[in-house]
């Protein structure tokens, strides 16, 4: 049974920071893409960042330059750095992982991001 289970978000003020991790269990976890996105009031679910199998990394254009993805694969571990937060990056923030296709497979229950401005 595959488990991705988000932790480290929170209220932080604008210009503050916040790391997010993701630990996933029931996955060869270093075969998989893992993914960040979020999803505000009123709003579609985003890609914010994602990380392929082999570490490469891309991002959302508003969040280029502040946040950074990576993984550690000896903990099946993915994270999230998020510096120089704004009031817009508010949401629920979700986990993903995909091995076979681009969209995610299996999403974790997500974490929430509050930034006051």
């Known amino acids: 049974q595959v488990q991705l289970v988000e932790s480290g978000g929170g209220l932080v003020q604008a210009g503050g920071s916040l790391r997010l991790s993701c630990a996933a269990s029931?996955?060869?976890?270093?075969?998989?893409?893992m993914g960040w996105y979020r999803q505000a009031p009123g709003k579609q679910r985003e890609l914010v960042a994602r990380i392929t199998s082999g570490g490469i990394p891309n991002y959302a254009d508003s969040v280029k330059g502040r946040f950074t993805i990576s993984r550690d694969n000896a903990k099946n571990t993915v994270y999230l750095e998020m510096n120089s937060l704004k009031a817009e990056d508010t949401g629920v923030y979700y986990c993903?992982?995909?091995?076979?296709?681009?969209?995610?497979?299996?999403w974790g229950q997500g974490t929430q991001v509050t930034v006051s401005s």
């Open positions: 029931g996955i060869i976890f270093r075969l998989n893409a």
């Open positions: 993903a992982r995909s091995r076979w296709s681009y969209e995610p497979e299996d």
